[in-house]
């Protein structure tokens, strides 16, 4: 059974750095083709791509945040982690990780962040 | 870079069918795979169509998939509608270093 679950600070400070960690199971970042991605939705809103790395640390970043997003991996503890620096409120949403395979197959259950003073 | 374009929301009544478009601003459709994703109130997506027309097992065969060149869009059509199938539903594909989203589309079943 594959599972994924975000997991960090659901308040963060204007300009303070936050830290998102995916923790899975039921799959292998170590083997090929297979990717764990971040996606975020603002609340109301459509759902916006953040980050993706694959299996063989490829990594890949929105463009339009690409300046701001660090993905990394640590396969012996299954997790994913996300770092994006100077948070604003409009970065307030809920922030999922995916299992890719070919496409966002699976999906954790989401964290909600809000940026505020 | 691209854009896909959903309409926000449609509606249509139990037992008839929906479509709902999702329209490339630039670059073909046919390009790269297109899927859909439905997402229920306060639930996380899940697939319901993937590379253009398939179907994760699981999903039942009301829900259907295509790609038309010719208005460089994808669809999604629903027959049969059910109650629950009011959700939102996401376009999304790929293109170089990018994944995309649309907007996203209300379907309201009344």
């Known amino acids: 059974q594959i599972t994924l679950k975000e997991s960090g600070p659901t308040l963060v400070k204007p300009t303070q750095t936050l830290t998102l960690t995916c923790t899975f199971s039921g799959f292998s970042l170590n083997t090929s083709g297979v990717g764990v991605g971040w996606i975020r939705q603002p609340p109301g809103k459509a759902l916006e791509w953040l980050a993706l790395?694959?299996?063989?640390?490829?990594?890949r970043y929105s463009p339009s945040l690409n300046s701001r997003l660090t993905i990394t991996k640590d396969t012996s503890k299954n997790q994913v982690v996300l770092t994006m620096t100077n948070m604003d409120p409009v970065d307030t949403a809920t922030y999922y990780c995916a299992l890719m395979l070919s496409y966002f197959d699976y999906w954790g259950q989401g964290t909600l962040v809000t940026v505020s003073s | 870079n691209f854009m896909l374009t959903q309409p926000h929301s449609v509606s249509e009544s139990p037992g008839k069918t929906v479509t709902i478009s999702c329209t490339r601003s630039?670059?073909?459709?046919?390009?790269?795979?297109v899927q859909w994703y439905q997402q229920r109130p306060g639930s996380s997506p899940t697939t319901v169509i993937y590379?253009?027309?398939?179907?994760p097992s699981g999903v039942p065969d009301r829900f259907s998939g295509s790609i038309d060149s010719s208005s460089n869009s994808a669809s999604l059509t629903i027959s049969g509608l059910k109650t629950e199938d009011e959700a939102d539903y996401y376009c999304?594909?790929?293109?170089?270093?990018?994944?995309?989203f649309g907007g996203g589309t209300k379907l309201t079943v009344l």
């Open positions: 630039s670059g073909s459709i046919a390009s790269n795979y």
């Open positions: 790395i694959y299996w063989d640390d490829d990594k």
């Open positions: 999304q594909s790929y293109y170089s270093i990018n994944w995309v």
């Open positions: 590379e253009d027309t398939q179907r």
